[in-house]
């Protein structure tokens, strides 16, 4: 893979994703939701990366959308035709990190504004540094709050009031009232973000791969099942398929031997 956006780097099983404009302070242009939406879109067929880590170069996670870019159609015939292109490419995105089976921990530091909001509210965990900063910058330009899945995600996160708070109003989120909203699970020093990243991934890597991937898929559903019996369906067919599994038969035997499990994805 080769991006001009990104960079990325392997540590094993987990895989370090970085947004790489830092001269633009990570603005989302076009070519960024290209790469991406390329990046998510392939990890399906990618096993041996169990989880992603999202995170920013420089001073900021992402300041969102880059409006100086080609993101906005120019005026003339069929631009909403081209709009709509635009708006699908950005959105797609967001569908796509949340389809991937692997976990997403998303670092944020400085600014998450916009795009860079949507990008921490697709992801699974977000961690923050104490500077972080989030809002939806969209009404703030001239549109509407709700824009690349933020209308839908963070009510789910954080509640309907404090998502039509932010929403809107553009208002920004500080570290400190994103954590008791329980938009981020943890505030981590800036220079430990990483560190913390890297040690709940090792410990997503302790689970079997297959238990790991279904239990995303699994909270995808719930999340929106239309009841308690849709939920338990769902998950009584999981754990069905997970007990026939060569892994579930290792953890039960290293559980037995005081071992830790050797886990082969079988």
């Known amino acids: 893979m080769k991006y001009s956006t990104l960079k990325w780097e392997s540590r094993g099983a987990i895989e370090i994703v970085s ?8 603005a989302l242009s076009p070519e960024m939701a290209r790469e991406l939406s390329d990046y998510f879109a392939g990890l399906p067929a990618r096993l041996d ?16 959308a880059d409006l100086g870019s080609v993101a906005f159609a120019e005026a003339g ?28 921990i998303a670092l944020v530091h400085g600014a998450a504004c916009g795009g860079g909001l949507s990008l ?18 969209y009404i703030r330009v001239g549109l509407g709050g709700c824009d690349m899945g933020a209308g839908y995600l963070l009510p789910r996160l954080v509640g309907l009031s404090n998502a039509s708070e932010f ?18 699970s943890e505030i981590v020093a800036q220079d430990r973000l990483l560190d913390a990243g890297l040690e709940l991934a090792q410990d997503m890597l302790k689970t079997a791969p297959m238990g ?15 009841s308690l019996e849709a939920a338990l ?9 997970l007990l026939e ?3 579930h038969k290792e953890a039960v035997a290293a559980f037995l031997d005081k071992r830790a499990p050797v886990f082969r994805d079988a």
């Open 77 to 104: 015939a069929g631009r909403p035709q081209r709009q709509m292109a635009m708006q699908k490419l950005y959105s797609g995105l967001v569908r796509a990190m949340r389809a991937c089976p692997q976990p997403i």
């Open 233 to 241: 369906a769902i998950e009584d067919r999981q754990q069905v398929i």
């Open 49 to 64: 990366v169990r989880v992603v880590i999202l995170r920013g170069e420089g001073r900021h996670f992402c300041a969102g």
């Open 120 to 137: 921490a509210l697709a992801a699974d965990v977000r961690y923050a540094a104490p500077n972080a900063r989030l809002n939806a910058a």
């Open 245 to 247: 599994t060569e892994d």
């Open 19 to 26: 947004l790489a404009r830092p001269e633009a302070l990570n």
């Open 212 to 226: 790991l991937r279904l239990t995303k898929d699994a909270l995808n559903a719930e999340i929106d099942a239309p």
């Open 167 to 184: 929403l809107l109003s553009g208002r920004f989120i500080d570290a400190e009232r994103a954590l008791r909203m329980g938009l981020v």
